[in-house]
Every structure is written in C-alpha cells, then in structure tokens.
C-alpha cells in the first residue's frame, strides 16, 4: 500500500463459508446471464471472506486468494486516504466493488488504508469470476457498471466538498450516504449511520469543532432530526439523487461506526 504498511492491528478474517454462490453474492448479476444458462450460473461458487472490526492489507487479502477485486456483501468499509495532516475519508458498502491499489497512483507521503468499520463480507472476484466472465461477457458489463457508479460517487463526494458552507456540505453528504444505506420512514428519509465529527470532517474536508457547529446549526433549522440510531433528512438534497430504493420497513444493514450524539466527546 502506499505509504508503507499500516502499523494498526489488521482485521482477522472471521469464521465463516469458504465460498458463496454467484447469484447469491448478488441476485441482480442474474439479470446478465442468458435465461438458458441460469441453472449453469447458479452453480459457479466465488471464495468468501469474513472480516472482523478493524483495519486490513487489501493487497494481501485479494492477493492471496488469487483475486483481482471483491466485491462488498455487508457491513462497512472506511477508505482513508492522508497528505501529511490531511485526511480524506470515503465510506464503502454493500454492493461496492473494492479494488486493488493502482500503483501508477503511488505518491511519496501518501498513505492509503481501508478499515472494516463493522463485521463486513467479501465476495472475491478471480479466476472462478473470469472464466464466469468468459463464457457470459455480459458479466464484464456489471462490473463496469458498479465501477461507474462508484466514479460518479466519487464526483458528487467532490463537488460536495466544494460547497461554500459547511452545514451544506453535511446535509448533501449526508444525502449521498442515504443513497446506499437509507430508507424511507413515514417522517422522512432514515440514515441509520452514526459517525464521528471527526470522521464527517474528513468526508466533507472541514474541522471537527466545525462540524459540530454545523450540526447544531442543522437541527435548529430542521434539516435534520438526531435520532437514536442515526439521522433523519428532512431537507431535500440540491445536489445528489436522492433515489431511495428500499421501501419502509425493510431491514438494512445496522452499519455503525461511533458517537451517538451531537456533541463530541
């Protein structure tokens, strides 16, 4: 990884099946194999990784087992990556394809890291993958489509961190989590996310006292309500998408990371 290994305690993998079925990593990639060939497809197993709460060698666990990329089930990835001081954060999850590092990319100083924020699945893409991705090429397709999407992810996590005030950059932020990780309630739009000032800062490129100003100044205008497990928008985004795909009720991921309150401890 660039900037050297991490010295933190890297995440062991956690007991769990050693392999899962394609269609069961991801029922959508059905829609990419022809309809004669579904019993075939079903039938192709991709190696399975389990990782406890805790920072982990991307490089050496794709390597390892061969792989060229994962693809996230469940539960949480923070990707870091830090100049100096400066440090930016971006959250992964399920359905997110994670890569490894591309070395053309490498710059003294800069340090990359991922850390599983909560126990969280892989499915590893590798051989077992590429030869799925020989005899049914549409497959190529989806992963250019989940690459795609992480990019324009990226763009709006970019042009979020350009607006001129903090307290707009949190509530679109906030929005964009929502696209991954939020549902519908009957009061507004749930983000059951708990994360640090510190951790929001790096996402929006502000200082944490700052973002716990901005924060208060958002729930006395109503944007947001700070609820026991999470956040609930109020205020419609400007920016992202705002497509919320779960319908009311359905259970998500209870992805976690810390600070319950407002005020940071």
């Not at 870091?80 to 997110?96: D, I, N």
């Not at 961190?161 to 932020?173: F, I, T």
């Not at 964009?176 to 009957?186: C, I, K, N, P, Q």
């Not at 640090?196 to 973002?211: C, E, I, K, Q, Y």
Request: charge should be negative; hydrophobic fraction near 45%.
């Amino acid at each position: 990884m660039a900037g050297g290994r991490p010295s933190a305690r890297q995440a062991p993998a956690v007991a769990s099946p050693t392999t899962i079925g394609l269609f069961e990593a991801d029922p959508d990639i059905a829609g990419f194999v022809p309809e004669g060939d579904q019993a075939i497809a079903a039938r192709v197993r991709l190696p399975l990784l389990g990782l406890e709460v805790g920072e982990f060698d991307i490089e050496q666990a794709l390597g390892s087992a061969g792989a060229f990329a994962a693809l996230a089930l469940d539960g949480m990835l923070q990707q870091s990556m830090q100049l100096g001081t400066q440090l930016a954060v971006r959250l992964l999850g399920p359905g997110e394809v994670v890569m490894l590092p591309n070395r053309d990319f490498e710059r003294p100083g800069l340090a990359m890291r991922i850390r599983a924020t909560e126990p969280t699945r892989l499915t590893l893409l590798g051989d077992e993958y590429l030869r799925a991705m020989d005899r049914w090429p549409a497959l190529a397709t989806d992963l250019g489509a989940r690459a795609a999407r992480r990019y324009h992810s990226m763009l709006a996590q970019l042009l979020i961190c350009q607006l001129p005030r903090v307290e707009e950059r949190l509530l679109e932020m906030m929005w964009l989590l929502a696209e991954t990780w939020g549902r519908m309630t009957s009061s507004g739009t749930l983000l059951p996310l708990t994360l640090t000032h510190s951790t929001l800062g790096a996402m929006v490129g502000a200082a944490r006292p700052t973002v716990t100003l901005a924060l208060r100044d958002l729930i006395e205008r109503g944007a947001l309500v700070h609820e026991q497990d999470g956040w609930l928008l109020l205020e419609p985004s400007k920016v992202t998408a705002q497509t919320i795909v779960r319908p009311r009720g359905e259970p998500i991921s209870d992805a976690r990371l810390v600070e319950p309150s407002v005020r940071e401890g």
